[in-house]
């Protein structure tokens, strides 16, 4: 995973804060540019119209485009600056230029939605190891009734691979061995497999499926 596509995951584009930001917008995407490093590097930022992050930085004293900074295994002091502050400078163009997601994918986030608008309730984030892990609790009780959270595919499913998000809902026992067989439902991950189950949340079983049994 790239530093922006890190970064600006959790994101969605707000173009009238890129213009007054400073981007400038051409036919096919916004541009951005930012000396640091004492002015001895330059970052240039683009932005395409689906919101789409991408960037260069280039060595002004060489003329060339600097990538060691990208190399995973290249943490020298020198390097591990220029990663720090062309991060910096993204995190600050994620801040005033994107609005905040609870979530990365759009089923993810449109099923956020409707469990606010139904039951007033917003996602918890309560693990700093795990940023992404949404809980939503019963009102009354207080008790979990659905979880929210990205992972590997792979961790549900051992013939695939890719960063995907899932819901895991708490469900009556009887009805679960009947869903296992239907495209989208897995056996739960990470809970009581007895009473939970895991619904990926890419399309396959449709907002309104999910809901009802919500």
């Not at 900074?69 to 002091?77: D, M």
């Not at 979530?103 to 984030?125: G, L, S």
């Not at 679960?176 to 495209?183: E, M, N, T, V």
Request: glycine share 4%; hydrophobic share 35%.
């Amino acid at each position: 995973m790239s530093i922006e596509s890190d970064i600006f995951k959790r994101t969605k584009l707000n173009p009238h804060k890129l213009i007054d930001y400073g981007f400038v917008k051409d036919p096919a995407q916004y541009t951005f540019s930012k000396n640091f490093m004492n002015d001895n590097f330059k970052a240039y930022i683009t932005v395409n119209d689906q919101g789409t992050v991408s960037g260069k930085v280039y060595d002004l004293n060489m003329g060339d485009e600097y990538i060691n900074f990208r190399i995973k295994n290249q943490n020298g002091a020198f390097v591990n600056q220029v990663r720090a502050e062309y991060t910096n400078i993204l995190q600050d163009v994620a801040d005033q230029c994107f609005d905040r997601k609870f979530f990365i994918f759009d089923q993810a986030n449109r099923i956020a939605d409707h469990i606010e608008k139904m039951f007033q309730n917003e996602p918890k984030f309560p693990w700093t190891k795990y940023p992404g892990y949404g809980i939503f609790r019963n009102s009354t009780n207080r008790k979990w009734y659905a979880l929210i959270m990205n992972l590997d595919k792979s961790r549900i499913d051992h013939s695939e691979s890719g960063e995907v998000e899932v819901i895991n809902l708490k469900l009556k026992a009887s009805m679960i061995s009947a869903l296992l067989k239907q495209a989208g439902f897995y056996s739960a991950y990470h809970m009581n497999k007895k009473n939970w189950i895991t619904i990926i949340l890419d399309d396959t079983v449709s907002d309104d499926v999910i809901l009802n049994y919500i």
